[in-house]
């Protein structure tokens, strides 16, 4: 079973006054052309589809375009879109019957009461012969499961003797989440609620990732298109074949941006008019959103704000915000945590920034693996 996973596509999103409709519909198209070139069995969106729970008539226009090219690209595919913590699920839910009728299965709430569990989470996968090649379980996001086993439920009313692949919105214990300033740490869950699907298709955390202690089958695939100007790793779609119960092959493919975002300069801050020299010795042609990283000692200039559009907009780029770092605090901010920080983070993410800040790069694997032991070692003789 090949499937297509993607998540946090953001449609509608607004970025400093700025409408990204053009770069979104970039996305669209190409994620078109991988359809088309890849014929896989599924296409998987794991939530925040819409960047707010009430996107514009265009923003919706683009996506039912898109979704029925997608359609038309791969006839025989299944299509599956669960809601995120961006999307309204109600908003997702109630054309459901609608996109039914074009084989598009949205799933915007989880099933509560009397509604019929499997018939809401369960989506089969078949080829053009009919034949049963795996399952789909779809959990939206959701800010209280029915159940603590909801997943392990699940998964129990599946066929396993094909592939099973949980696709859901949430946020794994031990993520790497780089490029999100304010995320809900609190409603995070470990890896071993997840345990025993083939494949895990994660939404929710931006920056493509496996989840240590996932086995290589918990992924989150990122967002196609960069949300915010901290997301400084390659976009791409994960394109995911699934041979019975191995481990899964995972293939990303990138996609491009049209209007990429920079930082400017990408790594220590300058005063503002090196910054502004640097904006300018700027070579990418693209149409470009700008932020600028300045060192100033005091307040900056009251024009600073205009110089910086007008040097952006002679260049056909876009400015949208500057960070200011004053010199005291540049050499302890980038991996110093406010107390309420420390306490929404896991001991894996603070290591992570303290590594990110101290020597700019990500820990590894092997890394990750080692703390994860140490903590789990802890948490035992704590509990014995
Ligand atoms: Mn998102």
Known sequence: M????????????????????????????????????????????????????????????????????????????????????????????????????????????????????????????????????????????????????????????????????????????????????NIGMLDSVPPAVVAGYDYVALGHIHRPQFIAGGEHRVRYCGSPVAVSFDEQCEHSVSLVTLNGHDVPQVRTIAIKNVCPLHTIPASEPLPLSEALQQLEALTDRRQCYIRLNVLAAEALPVDAHDRSVRVARAHGHRFCTMRVTSPRSSEREQYSLSAQQLQELSPIEVAQRYVAGRQGRDLTEREQQMLQSVLRQIDEEDHS
């Open 2 to 181: 090949k499937i297509l996973h993607t998540s946090d596509w953001h449609l509608g999103q607004v970025l400093y006054n700025y409408d990204r409709e053009e770069e979104q519909t970039a996305f669209l198209l190409q994620l078109e052309q991988i359809v088309r070139q890849e014929q896989p069995d599924a296409l998987l969106v794991s939530g925040d589809v819409f960047h707010t729970p009430a996107p514009s008539a265009a923003t919706v226009k683009m996506y039912v375009r898109a979704m029925l090219a997608f359609r038309t690209a791969c006839p025989a595919m299944t299509i599956v879109v669960i809601a995120g913590n961006h999307d309204s699920a109600s908003r997702i839910d109630c054309d459901r019957e609608l996109w039914r009728v074009a084989g598009i299965t949205v799933v915007g709430a989880v099933a509560r009461g009397d509604d019929d569990v499997a018939a809401r989470h369960l989506i089969p996968v078949h080829d053009a012969g009919g034949e049963l090649l795996g399952t789909i379980v779809a959990v939206p996001h959701c800010y209280r499961l029915p159940g603590d086993a909801f997943f392990a439920d699940l998964l129990a009313m599946a066929d396993r003797s094909r592939p099973v692949v949980l696709m859901a919105h949430l946020t794994i214990t031990g993520s790497d989440i780089t490029g999100h300033d």
